[in-house]
């Protein structure tokens, strides 16, 4: 038995749910906060046996895509005789983060 553990894009994140249990893959989703852009992300949590690992990693990598995003910087803040703005930049955004950990219990109750 295995937990895999996918972090995604909120943008993302209900197709994957959705793909996920379209093959049968039991789901738990909790929202997330990621660091860098600080957008919204999910987290997913699927136990699944051992020879199904692979297919739910593709399901996730089928529907969590890399992509390119224009981001606007957050402004800094503003003191006296300081005035700089930044410029707009482009950011790879997408994708997922995937942990794969051996479970030693299981239960469902």
Same mark, same amino acid.
């Not at 046996?49 to 995003?69: L, M, S």
């Not at 402004?75 to 997408?94: I, S």
């Given at each position: 038995?295995?937990?895999?553990?996918?972090?995604?894009? *909120?943008? %993302?994140?209900?197709?994957? =749910? &959705?793909?996920?249990?379209?093959?049968?893959? +039991?789901? #738990?989703? !909790?929202?997330?906060?990621?660091?860098?852009?600080?957008?919204?992300?999910?987290?997913?949590?699927?136990g699944?046996? *051992?020879? %199904?690992?692979?297919?739910? =990693? &593709?399901?996730?990598?089928?529907?969590?895509? +890399?992509? #390119?995003? !224009?981001?606007?910087?957050?402004?800094p803040?503003?003191?006296?005789?300081?005035?700089?703005?930044?410029?707009?930049?482009?950011?790879e955004?997408?994708?997922?983060?995937?942990?794969?950990?051996?479970?030693?219990?299981?239960?469902?109750?």
């Amino acid at each position: 038995m295995k937990l895999v553990v996918a972090v995604a894009q *909120d943008e %993302d994140a209900e197709d994957l =749910v &959705a793909a996920l249990v379209a093959e049968r893959f +039991r789901v #738990t989703r !909790v929202a997330s906060t990621g660091n860098l852009l600080r957008t919204g992300n999910s987290t997913v949590f699927l136990g699944v046996d *051992d020879a %199904d690992v692979d297919r739910a =990693v &593709a399901t996730i990598n089928d529907v969590c895509r +890399r992509r #390119t995003q !224009v981001v606007v910087p957050y402004t800094p803040a503003l003191e006296p005789g300081l005035l700089y703005v930044t410029e707009n930049f482009e950011v790879e955004v997408g994708g997922a983060i995937i942990f794969t950990l051996d479970v030693d219990r299981f239960e469902r109750l």
